[in-house]
């Protein structure tokens, strides 16, 4: 391919393969070469540490079809920058006709994707967006009156039906991408080294579909390990969501509503892009909360003497991964019992899960602090004695991931769980009524 060669490009973000890729499969219809790009962002890449596992994840991913395009001739093209300025070489350097990406849903992305959008109309080139890492994505799934559901239940049942009533075919050939025409490319593909990254001590698992059946059976028990870390190939597209909600819809539909909950909190970011960091209900922004560094600490460290508590965070640490029903143990722990904002454990997790996904991880935290749409109550305060006694009554859970349990090394409950509830529906309730 020749600098004077007309391509079509097609940008690589959240979609992380060849098959069932909405844009790659849209671009392939121009007839023209068609170059696939990633670009290593650092405008996120520099808020992260050099060795962070995500990176190492997405790096293997990019190889792997790298390896792929090998069969066509062609290779990827890898570049970091800030995208802005990488698209202002590009375009200088190439004869674009079209770029081709799949929509970003998080504040973030929109942002960025607009300014690119406007630096391509302004170089007279297409910029074509397309829905793929949902199956209904922003405004597809409203109310009568044309807005955003804030309740997950009514959103769901809609959700349903519009999926019951689709009649096209859900999952796209995958032999689809054997017809594209790939430019004949040989670029140089970098080292992480060269990235400015080293790899990742955490191996991301691959996805785990077996314990489907089961689900809704093993979901809540953390010793089964019944999970099927899917996150991390969801969160970059690695996996096609049409491929696993058509599996799950066949398979369990527990697992299935998971997923909605997914698109659920994605389009909850979209229409208020201001929940990512406030409080969906601002009712709650006058709470006085206590935000001790030191006890955020032992929380983070999983020394709270709390076990199902202690044992989540050291999972976290150590893997990048915590148990679903553990995750709901420990972030209410953290603003319950220790009134710290929810921000602070949304920072944390998103910092070390490999599955992180901003619009799920600020669901979650918001809904286990009580501030978030359809949210437990603020008076709803886990035990977590309780829930070890209910969930991990023999302690193998437990034990993998607190050796030391029953002896003097591991410290005593750093507070009184009655205590800390009452203290917390207090709060709750003086901040609330501060409001008014």
Partial sequence: MTKETTINMVWLRRDLRLNDNTALLIAAKSNLPVVLL????????????????????????????????????????????????????????????????????????????????????????????????????????????GTPYTVFTPYKNQWIKQFNDLHQVIYKDSNQTNSIYFAEVNYQFPTLQMLGFERGKIKT????????????????????????????????????????????????ETFLSELIWREFFMQVLYHFPQSAVRNFKSKYDWIKWRNHEDDFERWCNGTTGYTMVDAGMRQLNQSGYMHNRVRMVTASFLCKQLLIEWQWGEAYFASKLLDFELSSNVGNWQWAAGTGCDAAPYFRVFNPALQQKKFDPDYAYIRKWIP????????????????????????YKEGIESKG
Wanted: overall charge negative; proline content about 3%.
């Fill in 38 to 145: 990633f670009i290593f962002d650092e405008d996120i890449l520099n808020e992260l540490e050099s060795d962070d596992s995500r990176v190492t994840f997405i790096y293997d991913s990019l190889l792997d079809i790298n390896h792929s395009l090998a069969q066509y001739n062609s290779a990827l093209l890898i570049k970091k920058g800030k995208p802005l300025q990488v698209f202002e070489a590009l375009l200088a350097e190439h004869q674009i006709k079209e770029v081709y990406a799949n929509e970003d849903y998080e504040p973030y992305g929109i942002k960025r994707d607009a300014a690119i959008m406007e630096l391509c109309k302004q170089h007279d080139v297409q910029f074509n967006l397309y829905k793929d890492h949902v199956i209904f994505a922003k405004d597809e799934v409203l109310k009568k009156d």
């Fill in 404 to 427: 030391e349990l029953g002896t003097m090394q591991y410290p005593q409950p750093m507070v009184e769980h009655a205590f800390a509830r009452d203290r917390a529906l207090k709060k």
């Fill in 205 to 252: 698992k691959d996805y785990n579909l077996a314990h489907l059946q089961d689900y809704q059976k093993l979901r809540d028990l953390p010793q089964k390990d019944a999970g099927s870390y899917l996150g991390p190939h969801l969160r970059f597209g690695t996996i096609s969501i049409r491929a696993i909600v058509k599996h799950a819809s066949q398979t369990s």
